[in-house]
């Protein structure tokens, strides 16, 4: 049995890469510090060979034993944490990465970066190709992610070309679907609570601005195949049907069948003004493109969150004291 660490594994897409490593047949530990990560994501995971370890990775790494895989996923990802959590944002980037690639190179893991489609900052090239350098402000307020995903793919490279490093690289593009949080600002769930509650759908700017939304298991799917896939060239996952984020709101009120109305707030500083992956490097190396659709995938979204607005409270504490309580009791679950 394979044993990966997938950093930032309590969050919302770490959580699903969780779940597809343990199905794949691998044992997982999943390293969080839950700044905005939620043991709720994982804690149906432990009757399976499944550990959680509540550790932030910008400090030293300690994992006795081997390890295979290393996919880093620990970051804020949502405009509202990274304007929030500016500094440890830059940190895991660079300290955090810098320490999981060293995790890496101790253990001869294949080791998988989360990058982000933001390294190309507002785009002048669209749809946007690997080989685009970016139109990034480094100064501007949204400059301390992008800054430290571009820091985090060279120090990537920097471990690949020197160490010989067997790496990976995903620009990973707006992707979507159950577990994100209800209230991170991101357009998603936003928009599907403002509408379950029959509140004003805020858009930012004219809604002009486009976007290209892929649902969870299809990103899954496309980081699963690059993981077995031996390239350490960046590769965009993303869905290419680009929708302007008015006609988003529309598609979600539709789906909803709310009664809330549009109102514009201003467009924040240096949001991107349009947002669209060429995938052809990613359907060439991996035989990948997205197959759920909008409508599919959103409905699935707005079921979870609807059947979070209708679930019983139950405190993060008691969840996270059972999490930490079965971690502790489970032998099985141990790391050796």
């Known amino acids: ?39 709720e994501n994982i804690a149906h995971l432990h009757n399976r060979p499944f550990r959680f370890i509540h550790h932030d990775v910008t400090h030293y790494i300690f994992i006795e034993g081997k390890v295979d895989y290393i996919l ?23 300290l955090g990465t810098h320490k999981a690639l060293g995790l890496a190179l101790e253990k001869k893991a294949i080791f998988l970066l989360a990058s982000t489609s933001e390294v190309y900052g507002d785009p002048l090239e669209h749809p946007q190709k690997e080989t685009y350098w970016g139109n990034v402000n480094p100064v501007g307020p949204r400059g301390v992610y992008d800054e430290a995903k571009r820091f985090a793919e060279a120090m990537t490279m920097a471990y690949h070309r020197y160490h010989g490093l067997n790496t990976r690289i995903v620009r990973i593009f707006n992707t979507y679907g159950p577990r994100m949080r209800a209230h991170d600002g991101r357009v998603v769930p936003t928009l599907i609570n403002q509408a379950l509650r029959n509140e004003p759908l805020t858009i930012f700017g004219d809604g002009q601005q486009s976007r290209s939304f892929c649902y969870i298991s299809d990103l899954v799917e496309g980081i699963s195949r690059l993981l077995k896939c031996d390239t350490p060239d960046p590769v965009n996952l993303g869905n290419p049907c680009e929708k302007t984020i008015l006609e988003f709101a529309d598609k979600i009120v539709e789906l909803t069948g709310c009664r809330s109305e549009i109102v514009n707030k201003p467009l924040p500083v240096d949001d991107p003004k349009v947002r669209q992956p060429d995938i052809s490097r990613a359907r060439e190396l991996l035989g990948w493109e997205p ?18 607005m209708n679930a019983p409270a139950e405190t993060h504490e008691s969840i996270q004291r059972s999490v930490r309580g079965k971690d502790e009791k489970g032998a099985s679950h141990s790391i050796r």
């Open 72 to 94: 880093h996923f620990a970051s804020p990802a949502s405009p509202i944490d990274y304007l929030e959590y500016p500094i440890q944002t830059l940190k895991v980037g660079s």
């Open 291 to 308: 197959r759920i659709s909008l409508e599919t995938g959103l409905k699935d979204t707005i079921e979870y969150f609807r059947g979070r």
């Open 1 to 39: 049995m394979s044993r990966v660490l997938i950093t930032g594994g309590a969050g919302f897409i770490g959580s699903h890469l969780c779940d597809r490593m343990l199905e794949e047949g691998h044992e997982v530990i999943c390293m969080d510090n839950l700044l905005t990560g939620s043991v």
